[in-house]
Nanobody, 124 residues
């Protein structure tokens, strides 16, 4: 089992950057594939980015491709989401998710473990 805690959210102006972190506790973090999802106000949760257990493979939603970068440090049990060129449409609660597996996964139902979320607000 793994527990996830996100941090790094906040208020930023359009065009700015933020880096989200997701710290995992528990055993064998390196065996978990990780993902980031977000839930904009009044909308359903949506996929943002995912990374394989080794960090070699990554996958992004079209809406963030070229602006966001997912990475992980298995020695620190942490996954990151670097967000650049932020837009007001990126405003959402961002969630970290984990599942045992070797590849990357883009569906929320693929993940069994979730963090509590961190708020990102982008002002215009």
């Amino acid at each position: 089992q793994v527990q996830l805690v996100e941090s790094g959210g906040g208020l930023v102006q359009a065009g700015g950057s933020l880096r989200l972190s997701c710290a995992a506790s528990g055993r064998a973090f390196s065996l978990y594939s990780m993902g980031w999802f977000r839930q904009p106000p009044g909308k359903e949760r949506e996929f943002v980015a995912a990374i394989s257990y080794s960090g070699v493979s990554t996958y992004y939603a079209d809406s963030v491709k070229g602006r966001f970068t997912i990475s992980r440090d298995n020695a620190k049990n942490t996954v990151y989401l670097q967000m650049n060129s932020l837009k007001p449409d990126d405003t959402a609660v961002y969630y970290c998710a984990a599942r045992l597996g070797t590849y990357y996964y883009s569906r929320a139902n693929d993940y069994g473990y979730w963090g509590q979320g961190t708020q990102v607000t982008v002002s215009s």
